[in-house]
């Protein structure tokens, strides 16, 4: 569930071998050469889309900036400084005496999200703020998700099924929403009747601008496990985000940064 490295993934098939039948190991997305594109640590063209277990992965070791690692491990505490999930499925795919299996899962949500991917704009709803902005880029960029319930659904579809032995799958919602249908998508199972402003880069304060290469999106086929599993999410996306939202509402983060919700600013750029 939580392999870092290579270095941990060969520590577990051989603590396990002999004793196991078959190792299921969670990847991420962030394997394929397309993410390195969006996160900088990669060089070249753009990756086609929707992508597949067949899409190329990254030519380079260590799929984040050195700063977005060290924010991530703050959250995450079992990812060391070699966190790479390439080396991950090598060492679990590879092994002649064990057989194995890999996931690759996407950003996950849902109740006990560490990351609480839904507060930034569930926060300015329950605020009653009557307009919400976004930069165009990222409004328009699509990436793969996948609810918590419905991930583990997948989790132990692939650990029950000898169909999986030796195989990748990966595991994400369809269709890949843009922020800005996501956005949409929160804001009716909120009852939030707001309206959402899209502005150029340049025009978007500061605090709501991310870094990242949105030309390439992030759209994932999960073709492979439904067809080959017969996986189907058992929660619908809908109540996926109603859960979601009575999760965040009862568990707001700890720490709350207030330079993430500078009204005025956002105010100042609406009037302009």
């Known amino acids: 569930m939580i392999l870092s490295s290579g270095r941990h993934a060969e520590a577990l098939m051989l603590t396990v071998r002999g004793i196991a039948r078959r190792v299921v190991a969670l990847s991420s997305m962030d394997v394929y050469r397309a993410f390195g594109l969006f996160h900088g640590t990669e060089s070249g063209p753009l990756q086609p889309v929707p992508l597949t277990e067949q899409s190329e992965v990254r030519r ?8 977005v690692l060290n924010r991530v491990q ?4 079992w990812m060391d400084d070699d966190y790479d999930k390439i080396p991950v499925e090598q060492a679990v795919l590879g092994d002649q005496s064990l057989p194995g299996t890999v996931l690759r899962l996407p950003m996950v949500y849902g109740p006990g ?3 609480h991917r839904f507060f930034p704009m569930l926060k300015r709803m329950m605020d009653r703020r009557t307009r919400i902005l976004l930069f165009d880029e990222m409004a328009a960029w699509r ?3 996948g609810y918590v319930e419905n991930v583990a659904a997948a989790i132990a579809l692939a650990a029950c099924s000898d169909r999986a032995v030796g195989e990748i799958y990966n595991v994400a919602e369809e269709p890949a929403f843009s922020e800005l249908e996501w ?4 804001a009716a199972q909120a009852r939030w009747d707001g309206e959402f402003t899209v502005l150029p880069r340049e025009r978007t304060p500061k605090h709501l601008l991310v870094p990242g ?3 390439q999106h992030g759209i994932v086929s999960s073709n492979k496990i439904r067809q080959e599993l017969g996986f189907q999410e058992p929660v619908s996306i809908a109540d ?3 859960r979601t939202i009575a999760w965040e509402k009862e568990n707001p983060p700890a720490e709350i940064s207030q330079e993430q919700f500078d009204y005025p600013a956002e105010d100042r750029a609406v009037a302009a």
């Open 60 to 67: 380079n070791l260590h799929p984040y900036p050195p700063a």
């Open 74 to 77: 703050g959250i995450f505490n």
């Open 113 to 115: 999200d560490p990351l």
């Open 143 to 145: 990436s793969p998700r």
């Open 183 to 186: 956005a949409r998508q929160i």
């Open 213 to 215: 290469n949105f030309r």
């Open 240 to 242: 996926a985000i109603r």
